[in-house]
């Protein structure tokens, strides 16, 4: 069992930045794959970001390309997410994800991770 926690967000202006933190339980945490994902009410929670079990692997949604980083420190067990340039459309509520895998792919699909993080709200005032 994992368990996720994750912490950093808050207000910013338009263009500003963010860091956000995800720290994992547990003793194994360089064998999940990470991920970011978003959501604002009455919509899906969409794919932001994902990192492979290495790190060497990364892959964005197309709506952050440039601006968002996701790394991961795998002695503190805590996956990040730099966001820079920030919009007003980056508001949201971000959740960090994890999968066991013995592969080295980074997942873009929420369906494939099994745990969750509680999220922590990002505002982004215009």
């Known amino acids: 069992q994992v368990q996720l926690v994750e912490s950093g967000g808050g207000l910013v202006q338009n263009g500003g930045s963010l860091r956000l933190s995800c720290t994992a339980s547990?003793?194994?945490?360089?064998?999940?794959?990470m991920g970011w994902f978003r959501q604002v009410p009455g919509k899906e929670r969409e794919f932001v970001a994902a990192?492979?079990?290495?790190?060497?692997?990364?892959t964005y949604a197309d709506s952050v390309k440039g601006r968002f980083t996701i790394s991961r420190d795998d002695a503190k067990n805590t996956v990040y997410l730099q966001m820079n340039n920030l919009k007003p459309e980056d508001t949201a509520a971000y959740y960090c994800?994890?999968?066991?895998?013995?592969?080295?792919?980074?997942?873009?699909?929420?369906?494939?991770?099994?745990?969750w993080g509680q999220g922590t709200q990002v505002t982004v005032s215009s």
């Open positions: 547990g003793r194994t945490f360089s064998s999940y794959a």
């Open positions: 994800a994890a999968r066991f895998t013995l592969g080295t792919g980074a997942y873009t699909d929420r369906q494939t991770y099994n745990y």
């Open positions: 990192l492979n079990t290495r790190g060497g692997s990364t």
